[in-house]
T-cell receptor, first 113, second 115 residues
Framework: EDQVTQSPEALRLQEGESSSLNCSYTVSGLRGLFWYRQDPGKGPEFLFTLYSAGEEKEKERLKATLTKKESFLHITAPKPEDSATYLCAVQADGGTSYGKLTFGQGTILTVHP | DSGVTQTPKHLITATGQRVTLRCSPRSGDLSVYWYQQSLDQGLQFLIQYYNGEERAKGNILERFSAQQFPDLHSELNLSSLELGDSALYFC??????????????FGPGTRLTVL
């Protein structure tokens, strides 16, 4: 069974204090690893898709990386508007699960001014 | 705005009742997915439809059913509602499973409260 574990559960940062969020996964065959951002009461907002170990993607203050067992979301010089829950999800390759995403529990990020 | 729409935004009902949640996918997307998000379970996959046909099932209860119509919109039907069914229900859509990029874009969700 596919599993995703995110750590830490919650992270409090000062504005400008860089840090990283971790996503560990086990999947029979990885089709893609996805990062989403979710604000309270809203739908998840797509950030990145990573497909193979060694791949990196960047968007503004966020950078996502992927290894064979985990992914990191690095946040550089965060601002209060980066406060949200960050969700990691995996999509397995083949089998009967097709497009199903398996999500982690998320990391709640709070950035203080 | 992801382009995925869901109605209603909020739904309050009583135990034992039946409700229908509606989703319209992004223009051009053929796949629709339904997810349930509760505080203790996180985001859980329920069911997927592709071009009108059921493609995959997750931990969807027998009291729940879904369908995708010829115009590609989808409905999730929840019946014999229980207190534990209170949650956020999200619909997502994607372009085509055959492509290597299959990003799912989520709608704003329907908050269901069962009293």
């Amino acid at each position: 069974e596919d599993q995703v574990t995110q750590s830490p559960e919650a992270l409090r940062l000062q504005e400008g204090e860089s840090s990283s969020l971790n996503c560990s996964y086990t999947v029979s065959g990885l089709r893609g690893l996805f990062w989403y951002r979710q604000d309270p009461g809203k739908g998840p907002e797509f950030l990145f898709t990573l497909y193979s170990a060694g791949e990196e993607k960047e968007k503004e203050r966020l950078k996502a990386t992927l290894t064979k067992k985990e992914s990191f979301l690095h946040i550089t010089a965060p601002k209060p508007e980066d406060s949200a829950t960050y969700l990691c999800a995996v999509q397995a390759d083949g089998g009967t699960s097709y497009g199903k995403l398996t999500f982690g529990q998320g990391t709640i990020l709070t950035v203080h001014p | 705005d992801s382009g995925v729409t869901q109605t209603p935004k909020h739904l309050i009902t009583a135990t034992g009742q039946r409700v229908t949640l509606r989703c319209s996918p992004r223009s051009g997307d053929l796949s629709v997915y339904w997810y349930q998000q509760s505080l203790d379970q996180g985001l859980q996959f329920l069911i997927q439809y592709y071009n009108g046909e059921e493609r995959a099932k997750g931990n969807i209860l027998e009291r729940f059913s879904a369908q995708q119509f010829p115009d590609l919109h989808s409905e999730l039907n929840l019946s014999s509602l229980e207190l534990g069914d209170s949650a956020l229900y999200f619909c997502a859509s994607s372009v085509d499973l055959a492509r290597s990029t299959d990003t799912q874009y989520f709608g704003p969700g329907t908050r269901l409260t069962v009293l």
